[in-house]
């Protein structure tokens, strides 16, 4: 049994998710790739594959990681099996294909990239690890619940978020109903954490400190995907991207304010937290007075899937150079906060 539990480093510059193996990185020399993780194939079999892939140069040109949590599409056969609809569930809880434009956007920036190939039916990297709806968990007479995170040890009932289906693994759809035939076991949901959460979350974590000391100062750009945004007023201007900050805290407002000029000089229609404005990663990484500064970017589905929403289209291309401008802009200011250089005009 090969077993990814702890992450591998390796120089081959590879990125291989399905049908975007490469995508353009392969081109680019001088990467390192990580491997972390694991997602266990079969519950009779040993076969395991990464939960997580890193790539990134060894000399980055800027001070910013991109990661994509919810575009994972590895899907074991004991899971669609338990799946009512797979289909339908893997199209409504995926960031259906976004790593295909976060791959460009890092060729095009130069910026590392973090691709979680786990699935969000399995387990929610955006999600505590203690964020759980007991109610779909079948467990002994008895169960200490604190096992299941020694850091974080969760109370004798789940949120309001876990109990309304979109815990660490979700439940149930809006509009949809039930996703899986029967209950998780403790353990397996126990295994899930211990395999993919932790180690991508301790990944991300490192990875974060690694460019901070670096540079002085890191961006996580958490890239993110949602459906078409309705319309509230007639003749409105319905936003396509959506820039999150935890309404300001995880991250200095030079940044978010950079980022809506950007993007509204690129004739783009933003919104500012409403009605994303970032989950639990910006809540664990972003730590902006230690150097570490965080962003969700969602992107309207339209703006690089065909018309069905399924498959990357034409427009993958033109939106991640548009968005490695974003990403420079981005590098370029965080840059200047390691530095301190933003903090000596400030004081001019």
């Given at each position: ?17 399905g ?21 266990s194939?079969?519950?009779d ?10 790539v ?32 339908s ?6 960031d259906?294909?976004v ?5 460009e956007?890092?060729r ?21 690890s203690?964020?759980?709806d ?23 009932s ?42 991508y ?33 007639p ?42 404005s970032g ?15 965080a ?37 370029a ?16």
């Open positions: 049994m090969r077993s990814y539990s702890q992450s591998e480093r390796s120089s081959e510059p590879t990125f291989s998710q049908e975007i193996a490469a995508r353009g990185l392969g081109e680019r020399k001088g990467l390192v790739t990580t491997r972390g993780g694991s997602i194939w079969s519950s079999s040993d076969a395991q594959s990464p939960a997580f892939v890193h990134a140069p060894r000399d980055m040109p800027l001070p910013v990681l991109i990661a994509v949590p919810h575009a994972g599409c590895n899907y074991p056969s004991q899971i669609t099996e338990q799946m009512r609809d797979p289909r569930s893997q199209l409504r809880l995926e259906r294909r790593d295909a434009v976060g791959v956007v890092a095009a920036s130069g910026t590392g990239l973090l691709v979680a190939h786990a699935p969000r039916a399995m387990i929610d990297l955006n999600r505590a203690d964020d759980i007991w109610g779909m968990i079948s467990r002994p007479k008895g169960f200490d619940t604190s096992a299941f995170d020694e850091d974080r040890r969760p109370g004798p789940s949120n309001t978020r876990a109990r309304s289906g979109l815990g660490i693994v979700p439940r149930r759809l809006p509009g949809f109903g039930e996703i899986w035939r029967s209950k998780l076991s403790h353990n397996e949901l126990a295994r899930r954490i211990e395999q993919i959460h932790r180690p979350h301790e990944f991300l974590e490192k990875e974060l400190a690694r460019i901070r000391d670096a540079w002085g100062a890191a961006l996580l750009i958490d890239l993110h995907s949602m459906p078409p945004l309705r319309r509230r007023a003749g409105e201007a319905v936003p396509r991207i959506v820039i999150g900050d935890r309404y300001g805290a995880s991250c200095d407002h030079i940044l978010a304010a950079h980022a809506f000029r950007y993007l509204d000089e690129a004739g783009q229609v933003a919104a500012h937290n409403r009605p994303y989950g639990y990663v910006l809540d664990r990484h972003a730590r902006p007075n230690q150097g570490i500064h962003i969700q970017i969602e992107l309207c589905r339209t703006t690089y899937l065909d018309a069905s929403l399924c498959e990357p289209s034409s427009r993958v291309g033109p939106l991640a150079q548009m968005l490695a401008g974003l990403v420079r802009i981005l590098g200011e965080t840059a200047g906060l390691g530095s301190g250089r933003h903090v000596a005009q400030a004081a001019e």
